[in-house]
């Protein structure tokens, strides 16, 4: 199903929240053509053509949480991607984003970028899903991959030790994971997230709000650098 009809399919479906208020979704106005040219113009390339037509048809859904596919700029908390839709927030200052490219066939996958704790989680393959699921999640009983990526797979990632030591990557039969880790140096933990499934992520701030962040190109493969503790004590007295 595309996102097109996951939207037409959704308005005037009922939702209760969790505190049980309730409230009957409802369609967007189009994005105005002034506001597709103001988003196009701060991008620096037109917008996927599927997001295009998306943003003629509505904007989004206004629900409890209302959900904004013309919500596009920089990607939140430092995460390392690019430009970036962000259709929707849990609320506690964490955001679900959509990176954005001018050649994207596909307007997917969608993350979910943390402050607390500070990681990035895969959540959806496209966008379709992640409104199907974001809507499921919604209503009761408040299940399935948004829920369990919000309630499970944020203090996993942020525990998880299964980020690769770039140094154990030197020699790699992979060509990206190889010429990465030679840009680097043996401070860098990899985390190849291109195969990556509902759940799966990296921890942003492992070594405290500045931890260096570096990413592969375009390609979902990501590192973050280690801190001394003397570094990380800088950083707690002067914020640099």
């Known amino acids: 199903m595309s996102t097109r009809d996951v939207l037409l399919g959704a308005s005037g479906r009922r939702l209760i929240d969790i505190d049980g208020e309730e409230e009957v979704v409802t369609l967007m106005p189009p994005a105005s053509p002034a506001r597709i040219a103001e988003i196009e113009g701060g991008l620096g390339f037109a917008l996927p053509g599927e997001l295009s037509e998306l943003l003629h048809t509505s904007a989004g859904l206004d629900m409890l949480e209302s959900l904004d596919l ?3 700029g920089p ?3 430092g995460a390392p991607l690019g430009p970036v839709m962000t259709p929707v927030g849990d609320g506690a200052g964490n ?3 959509l990176e954005l490219r001018p050649d994207m066939r596909t ?3 969608v993350w979910f970028v943390c402050h607390d704790a ?3 989680v895969y959540q959806s393959p496209d966008l379709a899903t992640f409104v199907g699921d974001y809507l499921r999640f919604c209503a009761k009983p408040h299940d399935g991959p948004v829920a369990e990526v919000v ?7 942020w525990t998880q030790t299964i980020d690769v030591p770039r140094a154990n990557l030197l020699d790699s039969e992979d060509e990206v994971l190889r010429d990465f880790a030679r840009r680097l140096d043996d401070r860098w933990f990899i985390r190849d997230l291109r195969r990556a499934r509902p759940g799966d992520g990296m921890p942003l701030g492992r070594f405290g709000p500045t931890t260096p962040l570096a990413r592969a190109g375009q390609e979902f493969v990501f590192a973050y650098g280690s801190r001394t503790r003397m570094e990380r004590l800088r950083t707690w007295v002067t914020g640099r």
């Open 70 to 72: 013309a919500s596009i």
């Open 75 to 77: 990607c939140p908390w």
């Open 95 to 97: 955001f679900w984003v």
């Open 107 to 109: 307007l997917g996958p």
């Open 118 to 120: 500070p990681v990035l």
């Open 151 to 157: 309630r499970e797979s944020i203090r996993r990632v």
